[in-house]
């Protein structure tokens, strides 16, 4: 017999707040194995680094343990990817950094699209960069240094962690804002470029702060600026670059994500638990310690600096017609 309307819609309102009630249960109950945060590049990089601060974290906070499984490869692509195919179920996140906003556009076909593919969780934090010359290099200051590129067009070298990098795509913005003709080399990392600056083989970099902080300090490279709108406690000294170059910034972030559709109980359960790492004490510091400036807020904040981020590189790829090798 058929059911009457009034009937029929009590009894669907009754099955919706119980799926809902079922959906906050279980939230509050994950998580109940172990996670997996997939990292895109190789262990003891920066990226990897940070992952297991977040993994150590979330483990003690949740009770569970939060595994780093690290995918390198593809230029950041093998890992993302391996993660926006997961189950969206909490149990595979991705640890999210600018490189995934570079390559939006430095790819032409990858197989997912990431600001629609990935939900955004929390931002954890991002890190200056340091624009650094040889010693060598007669600018003690970035003005001095962007006169002296500008009266040797062609003629100066400006190393890179590879071509699409986060040190690239910034270097190719601050020779397009302050109008500089430089031949960019690029290397298969930071660490030999940062090696060849000290030689003397290339003259100049952006580099985040991490990488030459000790090099700078021990005067085997001159710092002239960081690269985020205010100055870094690394280097107090060193004025920021948007004081000469008005509206420059550039600055790798990271935070956490998680596939497309994952409950939204989850991802705010994950959002909390890392916005309070930023009134502890002990994390704090260890952020410090890795020149990182926190990045407080919500999944929607996150979201929107993917975005924005997505927008400002992609108009800097384009521009400067960058390829992937």
Known sequence: ?????????????????????????????????PVRIIVATAPGATTDITARLLARWLSERLGQQFVVE???GGGNNIGTEAVVRAPADGYT????NSVNAINATLF???GYNFINDIAPVAGFYRVPMVLEVNPSVPARTAPEFIAYAKANPGKINMASAGIGSTPHVAGELFKMMAGLNMLHVPYRGGAPAITDLIG???????????GPLEHIRAGKLRGLAVTTTTR????????TLETFVPGYEAS?????????????????????????AF???KMTRQIAELGGTPLAGSPADFGKLITDETGKWGKVIRAANIRPE
């Open 1 to 33: 017999m058929p059911l009457p309307r009034r009937h029929f819609l009590h009894l669907a309102a009754g099955a919706a707040g119980l799926s809902a009630v079922s959906r906050i249960a279980w939230a509050q109950s994950y998580p109940l194995r």
């Open 70 to 72: 690290n995918r390198p």
């Open 93 to 96: 996140l991705l640890l999210v």
């Open 108 to 110: 032409e076909k990858l």
């Open 200 to 210: 003397g083989q290339v003259q100049v970099m952006i580099e985040p702060i991490t």
């Open 232 to 239: 870094s406690d690394a280097l107090p000294d060193l004025p």
């Open 252 to 276: 790798p972030w990271y935070g956490l994500g998680a596939p497309k559709n994952t409950p939204a109980e989850i991802v705010d359960k994950l959002n909390r638990e890392i916005n309070a």
């Open 279 to 281: 009134i502890d004490p």
